[in-house]
Nanobody, 116 residues
Framework: QVQLVESGGGLVQAGGSLRLSCVGSGSRMPLTPSAVGWYRQAPEKAREFVAGIYAGGQTKYADSVSGRFTISRDIYKKTVYLQMNGLKPEDTGVYYC????????WGQGTQVTVSS
Protein backbone atom coordinates (compact mmCIF):
# COMPACT_ATOMS: atom_id res chain seq x y z
CA GLN A 1 0.00 0.00 0.00
CA VAL A 2 1.17 3.54 -0.80
CA GLN A 3 0.11 6.90 0.56
CA LEU A 4 1.14 10.22 -0.92
CA VAL A 5 0.65 13.49 0.91
CA GLU A 6 1.23 16.84 -0.76
CA SER A 7 1.75 20.05 1.15
CA GLY A 8 3.10 23.55 0.70
CA GLY A 9 0.34 25.12 -1.34
CA GLY A 10 -1.16 28.48 -0.54
CA LEU A 11 -1.96 31.95 -1.76
CA VAL A 12 0.88 33.99 -3.21
CA GLN A 13 1.20 37.13 -5.31
CA ALA A 14 2.43 36.99 -8.87
CA GLY A 15 6.21 36.80 -8.92
CA GLY A 16 6.33 34.96 -5.62
CA SER A 17 7.54 31.49 -4.72
CA LEU A 18 6.25 28.33 -3.12
CA ARG A 19 7.78 24.95 -2.43
CA LEU A 20 5.55 21.92 -2.63
CA SER A 21 6.37 18.60 -1.00
CA CYS A 22 5.12 15.11 -1.76
CA VAL A 23 5.85 12.54 0.92
CA GLY A 24 5.41 8.88 0.15
CA SER A 25 4.81 6.17 2.70
CA GLY A 26 3.51 2.63 2.96
CA SER A 27 4.89 -0.82 2.55
CA ARG A 28 5.06 -0.62 -1.25
CA MET A 29 6.66 2.80 -1.49
CA PRO A 30 10.17 2.36 -2.93
CA LEU A 31 13.15 4.66 -2.31
CA THR A 32 13.48 5.27 -6.05
CA PRO A 33 10.22 4.87 -7.94
CA SER A 34 10.36 4.67 -11.72
CA ALA A 35 8.95 8.17 -11.85
CA VAL A 36 7.41 10.83 -9.66
CA GLY A 37 5.50 13.58 -11.36
CA TRP A 38 3.78 16.80 -10.41
CA TYR A 39 0.55 17.58 -12.22
CA ARG A 40 -1.90 20.43 -11.86
CA GLN A 41 -5.52 21.04 -12.60
CA ALA A 42 -7.05 24.45 -13.01
CA PRO A 43 -10.82 24.96 -12.68
CA GLU A 44 -12.68 23.53 -15.67
CA LYS A 45 -9.45 22.35 -17.28
CA ALA A 46 -7.86 18.97 -17.73
CA ARG A 47 -5.10 17.83 -15.43
CA GLU A 48 -1.71 18.57 -16.99
CA PHE A 49 1.86 17.46 -16.48
CA VAL A 50 4.13 19.98 -14.78
CA ALA A 51 7.40 18.22 -13.92
CA GLY A 52 8.80 14.76 -13.40
CA ILE A 53 11.84 13.11 -11.88
CA TYR A 54 12.90 9.63 -12.84
CA ALA A 55 14.73 6.78 -11.13
CA GLY A 56 18.12 7.82 -12.48
CA GLY A 57 17.60 11.43 -11.46
CA GLN A 58 16.61 12.78 -14.86
CA THR A 59 14.09 15.59 -14.83
CA LYS A 60 11.52 16.83 -17.30
CA TYR A 61 9.39 19.97 -17.34
CA ALA A 62 6.42 21.32 -19.17
CA ASP A 63 7.38 24.18 -21.44
CA SER A 64 5.15 26.53 -19.45
CA VAL A 65 7.19 26.09 -16.26
CA SER A 66 10.69 25.39 -17.60
CA GLY A 67 13.18 27.79 -16.09
CA ARG A 68 10.84 28.75 -13.23
CA PHE A 69 10.11 25.44 -11.48
CA THR A 70 12.59 22.89 -10.18
CA ILE A 71 11.80 19.33 -9.17
CA SER A 72 14.09 17.56 -6.71
CA ARG A 73 14.00 14.67 -4.30
CA ASP A 74 15.29 13.36 -1.01
CA ILE A 75 15.41 9.63 -1.57
CA TYR A 76 15.76 8.63 2.06
CA LYS A 77 12.85 10.83 3.12
CA LYS A 78 10.81 9.46 0.18
CA THR A 79 9.98 13.07 -0.60
CA VAL A 80 9.84 14.95 -3.88
CA TYR A 81 9.80 18.73 -3.96
CA LEU A 82 8.62 21.27 -6.49
CA GLN A 83 10.24 24.66 -6.08
CA MET A 84 8.12 27.20 -7.89
CA ASN A 85 9.57 30.63 -8.56
CA GLY A 86 8.25 33.51 -10.63
CA LEU A 87 4.69 32.33 -10.13
CA LYS A 88 2.04 33.59 -12.52
CA PRO A 89 -1.76 33.68 -12.18
CA GLU A 90 -1.97 30.93 -14.80
CA ASP A 91 -0.08 28.64 -12.40
CA THR A 92 -3.17 28.58 -10.19
CA GLY A 93 -4.66 25.15 -9.63
CA VAL A 94 -4.61 22.02 -7.52
CA TYR A 95 -1.21 20.38 -7.65
CA TYR A 96 -1.00 16.61 -7.42
CA CYS A 97 1.90 14.21 -7.24
CA UNK A 98 1.87 10.84 -8.91
CA UNK A 99 4.19 7.91 -8.31
CA UNK A 100 4.77 5.23 -10.92
CA UNK A 101 6.61 2.05 -10.05
CA UNK A 102 4.89 -0.83 -11.80
CA UNK A 103 1.67 0.67 -10.43
CA UNK A 104 0.64 4.26 -9.98
CA UNK A 105 -0.70 6.26 -7.07
CA TRP A 106 -1.93 9.84 -6.68
CA GLY A 107 -1.96 12.18 -3.74
CA GLN A 108 -4.95 14.22 -2.67
CA GLY A 109 -3.59 17.51 -4.02
CA THR A 110 -2.66 20.90 -2.63
CA GLN A 111 -4.16 24.19 -3.76
CA VAL A 112 -1.94 26.88 -5.26
CA THR A 113 -3.48 30.28 -5.91
CA VAL A 114 -1.50 33.07 -7.55
CA SER A 115 -3.05 36.52 -7.42
CA SER A 116 -2.28 39.20 -9.96
Amino acid sequence: QVQLVESGGGLVQAGGSLRLSCVGSGSRMPLTPSAVGWYRQAPEKAREFVAGIYAGGQTKYADSVSGRFTISRDIYKKTVYLQMNGLKPEDTGVYYCKVVSGWEAWGQGTQVTVSS
